[in-house]
Structure formats: structure tokens, C-alpha cells
């Protein structure tokens, strides 16, 4: 508990989850342990903190070498690690099962971006999951494109109808919009 508190002050005069992981790697020499501390000063469920660092302590955290606290956090911190969950309501939920079922329709997707994806849900940043799947497209040979842009125009429909949507959703929704529109008189 000790180590989560120094973690906790790290937070406080403005290191990031990676730069507080470092310090307390160095210090303690304990990789694991200073990984622990970090994710219960984020309060990071334990449950969830020993998924995330089982996925990685082979690879990262079973044999440090000296020197390497600085390298070791930033991959934690970008393997999501030390993501905060955020709590997601009913609409929030709702827009990423919409998002699931484009990615389905996209008819393959990167590991890349399915791990940003994925990180953007546990962490509520949907506006920035929405404006990556705008962006991307769908397969021609196997995926499903008017699904796949009937879908994300319900999902922007829902994300701009907060009183002050970001404008990005808006111009990002209407190009979905038009994609959904040629999808659809596309089809046989």
C-alpha cells in the first residue's frame, strides 16, 4: 500500500502512470510489484490489473535488465496497462456494441487498430474510436461496406446528439453519410 501512495504522489507533482512506474522500478527493483502500485493508484480494479500484467509480465516484467524502468514503462503505458476504465453508461455502451458490429463488417482489421480501438472503449474516448473507423474502410472482398457505413452514420447520430458535439463528429458523420449513400445504390 506504501508504494501505491508513492505512486499516488508521483501523480500529484505531474508524472505520467509510465514516469511513475519508472521511478518506483528503479527504486524498488521490483517491476512487478511497481507495476501493481501504479495500476492501485489509478485504482485500477485488482482483477483487472492482474489480467492486464499476466498479458505482459513474460515479456516485460519477468527479467528486467538495469537501465531499462524509462522503456519498460512507456510499453506498459502503451499496451494500456495503466488505462483507467471508465464507467460507460446505457448510450455509451450501446455506440461501441455499434462499433463492434462495424468492425465485423470492415471484414478484417489491423491488430493495431483493434488495440487502440480497444483502448479508446475501456477508457470512454469514443469520439476518437469513432473518428478511427470514419477514417478507415471497409474490405471490398470481404467485408460488408453498407453495413459497415449504415452503421457508423447510427453510431455519429448518436454520439453528435450531445448538446455540443465535437465538430469533428459532424463533418466525420455527413462522409459517412455519403459512403452509406453510394454503399447502398451500389449494391445489385
Not at 519508472?22 to 510489484?33: G, I, N
Request: hydrophobic residues 45%; glycine residues 6%.
Amino acid at each position: 500500500m506504501r508504494l501505491a501512495l508513492t505512486a499516488r504522489h508521483l501523480f500529484d507533482t505531474g508524472a505520467t502512470p509510465a514516469e511513475a512506474y519508472a521511478a518506483l522500478a528503479r527504486r524498488t527493483r521490483e517491476p512487478l510489484r511497481s507495476a501493481r502500485a501504479v495500476c492501485a493508484a489509478l485504482a485500477i480494479p485488482s482483477t483487472e490489473t492482474d489480467r492486464r500484467l499476466g498479458d505482459c509480465y513474460d515479456a516485460l516484467l519477468a527479467n528486467p535488465r538495469p537501465g531499462s524502468e524509462d522503456d519498460t514503462g512507456e510499453l506498459l503505458e502503451a499496451l494500456g496497462v495503466f488505462d483507467v476504465p471508465k464507467q460507460l453508461d446505457a448510450r455509451e455502451r450501446a455506440i461501441i456494441e455499434l462499433f463492434l458490429t462495424a468492425i465485423d463488417a470492415m471484414g478484417a482489421i489491423r491488430a493495431g487498430h483493434q488495440h487502440g480501438l480497444a483502448r479508446w472503449f475501456t477508457t470512454g474516448n469514443l469520439t476518437a474510436a469513432y473518428l478511427s473507423l470514419a477514417a478507415a474502410r471497409p474490405l471490398p472482398a470481404t467485408g460488408d461496406p453498407e453495413l459497415y457505413w449504415t452503421t457508423l452514420v447510427t453510431a455519429g447520430e448518436l454520439l453528435t446528439a450531445d448538446p455540443a458535439p465535437d465538430v469533428r463528429l459532424r463533418n466525420a458523420l455527413a462522409r459517412c453519410r455519403t459512403r452509406a449513400t453510394h454503399a447502398t445504390t451500389a449494391q445489385p
